[in-house]
């Protein structure tokens, strides 16, 4: 089955700390890969998204991400990190012609000032 | 991005009774989705809800205990049907925005769910 594994459940930084979030995926086939973050008491929101071209793509807030595609991952990553960065990173993957998103189980970041 | 409402923000119920779950878009959108959270878990997608066609539901998901409305391209209700704790979960409606070849979807602020 398809499937996002994201392995860092729970990440604690300091502030200007760097980032950087796994994803791999199950899917062998043409995918887009997105991540999205929900800060505390918001809603979902997209960070940033790839479909074709670069694979190194960057997204809000100083984020990017680089596809991999013979490893499968996503990875995201952010060079220096904020107080404000703390939120639940998703990982989602939509696998070939298909609508569906498939997340992964999500990372809780906490940064400390 | 559209922007997406939902109703109600959270609720708490009792168990076997049903609540019925609103999505409103500020736009007309082809495809919405509701997708379920349970606690400390991912998003896991419960149906996808074309306007004008039956809702297709993934698997471990029926049309009995989820049944969905699609009246129009910018509304959609979820119904949470003969509830019991295990249904205690948020709630989420998303849209498809295609924009070219590219598919991104939004995402409301979702419906937290407490059932007794």
């Known amino acids: 089955a398809q499937s996002v594994s994201q392995h860092n459940h729970h990440v604690i930084l300091s502030e200007a700390a760097s980032l950087e979030l796994g994803c791999n995926y199950s899917y062998g086939g043409t995918v887009n890969l997105f991540w999205y973050v929900q800060y505390p008491g918001q809603h979902l929101q997209l960070l940033l998204k790839?479909?074709?071209?670069?694979?190194l793509v960057k997204g809000i807030k100083g984020f990017e991400a680089e596809f991999i595609k013979s490893k499968f991952s996503f990875n995201l990553r952010k060079p220096s990190v904020q107080w404000s960065d703390t939120a639940e990173y998703f990982c989602?993957?939509?696998?070939?012609?298909?609508?569906?998103?498939?997340f992964g189980t999500g990372t809780r970041l906490q940064v400390f000032p | 991005s559209a922007v997406i409402s939902q109703k109600p923000s959270r609720d708490i119920c009792q168990r076997g009774t049903s609540l019925t779950i609103q999505c409103q878009v500020d736009?007309?959108?082809?495809?919405m989705f509701w997708y379920r959270q349970q606690p400390g878990q991912s998003l896991t997608l419960i149906a996808t809800a074309n306007q004008g066609s039956e809702a297709t539901y993934e698997s471990g998901f029926v049309i009995d205990k989820f049944p969905i409305s699609r009246p129009n391209l910018t509304f959609s209700t979820l119904t949470v049907s003969n509830m019991s704790p295990e249904d205690s979960s948020i709630y989420l409606c998303?849209?498809?925005?295609?924009?070219?070849?590219?598919?991104?979807?939004?995402f409301g602020a979702g419906t937290r769910l407490s059932v007794l």
């Open positions: 989602a993957v939509n696998p070939g012609n298909t609508d569906k998103l498939i």
């Open positions: 998303s849209v498809e925005e295609v924009r070219g070849a590219k598919n991104i979807q939004y």
């Open positions: 790839y479909f074709s071209g670069d694979p």
């Open positions: 736009s007309q959108v082809t495809m």
